[in-house]
C-alpha cells in the first residue's frame, strides 16, 4: 500500500479515535474513569501529527496536534494528582509520550508541566527498567535545565548500566553526552541510534496492518530523537540540521505561541485538517 494511502487511513482512523475519547470523556463513560479515554486522545493528535508533516509537509499542523497531544495528557495528569482514579498501565514514565510531542513542537515549558507530574518511580509490572531510565532521565534533564528539578542525573545513569549488565545502548551514550554537554559524543550517538532504528524497523513484517503503519510513522520520524536534540538545544549544544529520520521539517522552533490548552477537545479543528 502506498504511503500516502497509509497515512490517509491513519487519518481518518485518529479523527474517529478523537471523536469517540472525548465523548466517552465528555460522558465520564469507564474509558474516562481508568484514563483511558486521555490517553487516546494524545495518540490519536500523535498520529494526526504524523500525518500532517509526513504527508502533508505541514510543521505547523504537525506542531499544533502536538501541543494537543501534551495538553490532553497534562490535563490527565493534573486530574490524577487530584483525586480522579486511573489504572497503573496508564501512569508510568514510559506512557509519558506526550512530554516527548511538548519538546517536539517547541515547547519546554508544556514538557516542564509535564514532567513533574511524570512517575518516578518504575513500574515492573508495566516497563522495563532501562525504558523508564530513559524516559525519567529525559524529564529530570530538563526539569535540572530548567531550574525546576535537582535530581542526581549521574546516578541515573549508573543505575542504567546496572541495568544493562554490561550491555550498550546508544539512548544511554546519547543521555551520557547530553548530561556532559558533550557534541560530537551526541552527534555520534544520536546517529547511530536512529540507523539502529531504521534497521528495527526495515525488519518488521510487511503486512497492511499495524507494522505498515508503525513503519510509515514511528518509524519514519524518531520522536524521541526530536525531544533530545531539543535538550541538546535547551543547552546551548552545536546540532546538525538534519539526521536520518529527522528531517530538518519537523524541527520546529521554540517560543511560537501554542495553541489553547482545552483545543484537543474541540472537535472543528480536526475535521478541517
Known amino acids: 500500500m502506498p504511503s500516502s494511502s497509509v497515512l490517509e487511513t491513519i487519518r481518518d482512523n485518529s479523527l474517529f479515535g478523537l471523536q469517540e475519547a472525548v465523548r466517552a470523556i465528555q460522558s465520564r463513560e469507564a474509558l474516562e474513569q ?12 500523535r498520529r494526526l501529527a504524523f500525518c500532517a508533516l509526513l504527508a502533508d509537509a505541514k510543521p505547523d499542523r504537525f506542531a499544533a496536534h502536538l501541543c494537543h497531544s501534551a495538553h490532553a495528557r497534562l490535563h490527565f ?16 514514565a514510559t506512557q509519558e509520550f506526550s ?3 511538548a519538546l517536539a513542537a517547541g515547547q519546554p515549558d508544556l514538557a516542564t508541566a509535564i514532567a513533574q507530574l511524570a512517575a518516578r518511580g518504575h513500574d515492573p509490572a508495566f516497563e522495563y527498567e532501562d525504558d523508564f531510565l530513559l524516559h525519567h532521565f529525559l524529564h529530570q534533564l530538563l526539569l535540572t ?3 525546576a528539578g535537582t535530581a542526581d542525573l549521574p546516578a541515573l545513569l549508573t543505575r542504567w548500566e546496572v541495568v544493562l549488565e554490561g550491555g550498550s545502548d546508544t539512548y544511554l551514550d546519547a543521555c551520557r553526552a547530553l548530561l556532559h554537554r558533550d557534541a560530537r559524543f551526541f552527534d555520534e550517538a544520536l546517529q547511530s541510534t536512529a540507523y539502529a532504528r531504521m534497521l528495527h524497523f526495515q525488519k518488521l ?40 529520520t529527522l528531517p530538518s521539517l519537523a524541527r520546529v522552533p521554540t517560543g511560537r505561541p501554542a495553541p489553547p490548552p482545552t483545543a484537543w477537545m474541540s472537535p472543528s479543528p480536526w475535521m478541517s485538517e
Open 99 to 101: 512530554f516527548i510531542d
Open 34 to 45: 481508568s484514563g483511558q479515554a486521555y490517553v487516546v486522545a494524545a495518540t490519536c493528535h
Open 77 to 92: 495528569r493534573r486530574l490524577v494528582s487530584g483525586d480522579h482514579g486511573a489504572e497503573s498501565r496508564f501512569l508510568g
Open 205 to 244: 513484517s510487511r503486512d497492511s496492518g499495524p507494522n505498515d503503519e508503525l513503519k510509515k510513522t514511528e518509524g519514519a520520524l524518531f520522536m524521541n530523537g526530536l525531544a533530545m536534540l531539543r535538550l541538546a538545544e535547551l543547552q546551548g549544544m552545536d546540532t546538525q540540521r538534519e539526521y536520518p
Open 145 to 147: 535545565v530548567r531550574g
